[in-house]
């Protein structure tokens, strides 16, 4: 356990430093002796009759500056309660290690110890100690210089830590290893100079938040608060803290590792693991730094998003974080959102805290306190429609309200409060789904669509479920009778074109929620698993979107169930088996369409709340479609007979889009007001593509 407080770094490192300084002293004297026509560092070699007279009389390996005359080494003055001697606990370090840190610091507190090196090295340029002067200095007999390289081995623990770097003299130079040159790690430096900071290869990814900064606890619950004064007035134990926080609010997690790192008096180093991951050929090492960083800074490690530990087999992050955990003697907390997955050989004894997201009473709250301090005033039913539909953080929250003032202010939108600020829910989430799926922007309203009045009622009734959640299930209870199956699923089933993707624009635009689409048929895939996979990562990122989910080309997954003949038989009923599950699990709309509604299995249908037949259109709703399909501004001519179109020709809603759509740009092209001659000549378009033969009787009556 790192103290409270230690002692001014300088006195801490001064007693030894004068120990160094005598020891320097008489080395240079040693020195001066061996050379006594030295002026300096930077002098000439010596000639051969000098370098035998003065190199050669010493036998091999000898050291030049015994020790011998003061049995007392720098290390000799560190105290155990101070910096080094922290080191020296933590690191498994030896006397002799903390005297090889002290050469190598020296110069980080004095300029005079680089001329010093310089000196004694023979060299202008050698201002930093290397391998060979730390051993002279420090070894009074060649065996023991011999027996002292093993400290800068590999996996000698001031380089297995880090804390050392070994380079040679000249960066391409194959030198030897007493060529090396010494130098300590900045982060050791800063440590034992008392100084804050990360160093530079740690970001991206990480950011240092010091003690000093108050932490913003105003949006965590009160429950969350007095859990964080009971963590840290618990008494200090053996084992430091290891805290798994799971919830699907990031912004809920960061404040209360902020808040438990100001109440532990610790600054609070915060690394963002997909961050890290952007550059998996580096993860071991800066993995390793942060933890040794973490510990020299005494902080509170707050590690996050752990949710793709097991996602992606190629990054070995699950282990190596394990070590991190293991390794690192101070408290750590992890977030994530998906529950903690244990180490079968460790034992971390890592402690889960669910961080639920805020209920419907929270969200009520919130919405009516920050609109009441932002002076905006909505009806009642507003604000139960926001805190029911849109399953916002207290954070999304004021930042939805914060957007939308400023589009009333600057008069960036209409003036509509409640259209802004349902805007701005819709933008606060949905961000990750985007990158998954197609966002569809609703345009089409109730008297858009044409269907039949039993159809027509089930879509509303469908409005209904997702109208009034919470009035069935949280303020009626009917949340305590179910375990799955709270949010709503529908079927949309019919032929192409019959109105089914318009619907769910419908819905969504009555609602004020966001749209996305899901092809199916390009999530199906023909490796065994991957279905699943990629389906998760759809609903892991709709979790929080508030927003309608469309499968669209449900025919790719849903088949009609007969004998398992074979494994890809199992594991397609499988696939079937975990859309359901997901769309149960899922608190919002979930639609699928097909096309062929035979197809689908009994077993599945029941699983659903709604099924809506889109039937191929009538005469009468033909001609209701004619009716609506044209904008406004176009300009018509008056004989045109939509009657007699709906009657003769036998098609689906969307192929008199399309006609509709191709007969607007024939009439733009010939710069005429549109008429029955560009409507026919659309129309045999349309029949070209479907394949249709058609007559040119077929046209009579027009």
Known sequence: MMP??????????LPALHLLDGLLDRSMQLTETLHPSSTGATQALPNPDQLRQIELALPPGYPRYSPA?????????????????????????????????????????????????????QDGRGIRPSVNLVLNLLCPTATEKLQQRSHFAPNAPLRHHTLLHLTPPQPTNHSSLLAQEISLDPAIVRYLLDETGLDADLSPGCTLLSVSDPPDLDNLPAALVQRIQALSNHPPTTHPLRLYLQSVDAVATRQFAQGLAHQLKRPLLTVDLDALMQQPEQLRQRLHHIGRDAWLQN?????????????????????????????????????????WQPSGDRSLGMVTLPIAAPD??????????????????????TLTTLADQFRLTATQIQAAIATTQNHLAYGLTSPALEATLFQSAR????????????????????????????????????????????????????????SLGKGVNALFAGPPGTGKTMAA?????????DLYRIDLSQVVSKYIGETEKNLNQIFTAAA??????????????????????????????????????????????????????????????????????????SVQERYQIWQK??????????????????????????NIRNIALAAAFLAAEDGENLSIFHIKRAIRREYQKMGKPLMNSEFADL
């Open 629 to 654: 399909i044209w904008p406004i501004l176009i300009p018509f001519d008056s004989n045109i007979n939509w009657k007699a179109l709906a009657e003769k020709f036998d098609i689906t809603g969307g």
């Open 299 to 339: 902080t509170l490690l707050y590690l996050h998003p752990v949710d793709r530990l097991h996602q992606d087999s190629s990054i070995p992050l699950y282990p190596l974080l394990i070590n991190l955990l293991t390794d690192t003697d101070i408290p750590i907390v992890v977030a994530g959102s998906q529950p």
């Open 505 to 513: 624009e419908v819905i969504a635009k009555a609602l004020q929620l």
């Open 427 to 482: 933008n606060q989430s949905g961000h990750a789904l985007a990158k998954l799926t197609q966002p569809i922007q609703p345009r089409y309203t109730w008297e858009d669509l044409v269907l039949p009045p039993v159809q027509f009622e089930q879509l509303q009734e469908i409005c209904i479920h997702l109208k009034h959640r919470h009035t069935v299930f949280e303020t009626w209870g009917f949340n305590r009778k179910l």
């Open 544 to 617: 929080n979107a508030n927003a309608i989910l469309l499968f669209d080309e449900a025919d790719a997954l849903f088949g009609k169930r007969t004998e398992i003949k074979d494994s890809h038989d199992r594991y397609a009923n499988i696939e079937v088996g975990y859309l359901l599950q997901q769309m149960e699990a899922y608190e919002g709309l979930a639609i699928l369409t097909t096309n062929l509604k035979g197809n689908l299995d009994e077993a599945f249908t029941r699983r659903l709340r709604f099924i809506v037949d889109f039937p191929f259109p």
């Open 4 to 13: 409270s407080a230690f002692n001014p770094p300088l006195e801490e490192l």
């Open 69 to 121: 005359q003061s049995p007392d080494l720098p290390s000799s003055q560190i105290e155990s309660s101070s910096r080094l001697g922290l080191l020296q606990h933590q690191f498994g370090f030896t006397p002799f290690d903390l005297d090889i840190l002290l050469i190598a610091l020296a110069p980080e507190l004095d300029r005079r110890y680089e001329q010093i090196y310089a000196y004694l090295q």
């Open 360 to 381: 419907f009473g929270d969200r009520h709250t919130c919405w009516s306190t920050h609109l009441a301090r932002a002076g905006l005033t909505v009806e009642p039913s």
